[in-house]
């Protein structure tokens, strides 16, 4: 059974930080693709970043560029999403994501992977 779980959502104040994980299981995670989506109320799902476990290669949504930092620990089938310098911008529910037909720039533009998490909130306050 495919399993991706997210956590380190919560309440953060403007310019603070959080750091979500997606652990990873069922699946082949070092030939997959690894995502992170948000999606806020009233919008569109939203490509924020990915990391091919191939490569290593990684993308960023111009919105997060330079504050948001994805990683991953191939050993532990684990991304990481560290995010700094919030805003109430970046008020959504995060979801990660997975998949091995596309490469990242695909599946972030394309909104379109394998796998999908059921999400976590992350809430910035003015």
């Known amino acids: 059974e495919v399993q991706l779980v997210e956590s380190g959502g919560g309440l953060v104040q403007a310019g603070g930080s959080l750091r979500l994980s997606c652990a990873a299981s069922g699946f082949t995670f070092d030939d997959s693709v690894i995502a992170w989506f948000r999606q806020a109320p009233g919008k569109e799902r939203e490509g924020v970043s990915c990391?091919?476990?191939?490569?290593?290669?990684?993308n960023y949504a111009d919105s997060v560029k330079g504050r948001f930092t994805i990683s991953s620990d191939n050993a532990k089938n684990t991304v990481h999403l560290e995010m700094n310098s919030l805003n109430v911008n970046d008020t959504a529910v995060y979801y990660c994501a997975a998949g091995s037909t596309f490469g990242c720039w695909l599946v972030l533009h394309l909104k379109s992977a394998d796998y999908w998490g059921q999400g976590t909130q992350v809430t910035v306050s003015s």
């Open positions: 990391i091919s476990s191939r490569d290593g290669s990684v």
